[in-house]
């Protein structure tokens, strides 16, 4: 019985002393590790020059930015509109969700970025220069939160193909499908 006791005693040391030894990969080396795999399976998607759909042009305007956003030299408008109608006060009269579009209109070619509808929720976009080497260039950010989801997706021209990519930056997924569960976000649900 007194070397079972023992037994288990050396077993149960060797446990404690091996399984608690510090891990020797630092966190720094962890992240360098996986950033470059995550940076390379963003998938890209080319949206070509489009005829802008009919009853987009009927939308109510959210907000227009007028600049250079494909790097030709000429402005083009960047605009997102929605379905939702607003009052004889100018106030949206907003549903439980409508349809949102963002489109970059040029002087010769339109696109359409983002066509959809949003449930509870709204569609916010930016546009900025990020600075390379050899210059700055344009992108075109578009925020959705809902009161499901959030995501942002990024846009930027490419000369050679005359096409903007899409890319997904960051995608927190339906609560529904086990994605998030929100604990807050300070984006209005609604415009004011």
Known sequence: MKSIKLLYLIVATA???????????????IAESVEPDIVEDIAIRKI??????????????????TGDVDGDGANENVVLVTEAKKDKNGEFLWNDGQNWA???????????????????GNAYFEVSDYYMADGAVPRINLILS?????????????PSDATYGEQMLYDSGDETEGGI???HSSIPIYFN
């Open 146 to 158: 809902t009161g499901a989801a959030f995501c942002v997706k990024s846009y930027v021209f490419s």
């Open 102 to 120: 963002l489109f970059v209109d040029g002087s010769d070619k339109d696109y359409v970025l983002f066509q959809n509808y949003v449930n509870i």
């Open 15 to 29: 446990i404690v002393f091996f399984g608690c030894q510090p891990v020797t990969e630092s966190k720094k080396d």
């Open 48 to 65: 070509e020059a489009s005829t802008l759909p009919a009853n987009v042009l009927d939308w109510t305007e959210v907000s227009r930015y």
């Open 181 to 183: 569960s929100r604990r």
